[in-house]
């Protein structure tokens, strides 16, 4: 019996889109990772980008529990000396909830090339409105 490691040119990627109005933060991104690297596959291999396009909608929409909307802070730096930045949840989700969904989802995948290009797959919406009707998505609950 011979172990099946999937190769990266026979992979077939499907779209996916995904609606969440009303969804939680660490939920959603868990599910939506989970998509981008293929686990959902019987012929899931770890070192080979087998995961499908997830399209996300409403993502101003999404839900944090407790007192994360004013206590989660978000950090950058500006490489200067002294150039951290910090930015709380509300004001985040009021500005670019697009990024506060990508972030989540980004620390759920690899730290190397691989993870970045499953992240490039991600394409995050606010509203309902999306330019990919031409890849025909399926559509998945969560």
Do not use: C
């Amino acid at each position: 019996m011979k172990t099946y490691s999937a190769k990266p040119g026979e992979v077939e990627q499907g779209w996916y889109i995904i609606d969440l109005e009303g969804q939680h933060l660490g939920r959603a991104a868990a599910a939506v990772a989970s998509i981008l690297r293929g686990k959902h596959r019987p012929q899931y291999t770890p070192h080979v980008d087998t995961g499908e396009f997830v399209i996300v909608v409403n993502v101003d929409k999404l839900v944090l529990t407790g007192k994360k909307l004013s206590d989660k802070k978000y950090y950058r730096h500006t490489g200067y000396v002294g150039g951290i930045k910090e930015i709380t949840a509300d004001k985040l989700m009021a500005s670019k909830p697009e990024d506060v969904f990508k972030i989540a989802v980004k620390g759920m995948l690899p730290k190397n090339s691989l993870g970045r290009t499953m992240l490039s797959k991600l394409k995050i919406y606010r509203g309902t409105e999306h330019p990919h009707a031409a890849q025909q998505p399926k559509t998945i609950s969560l």
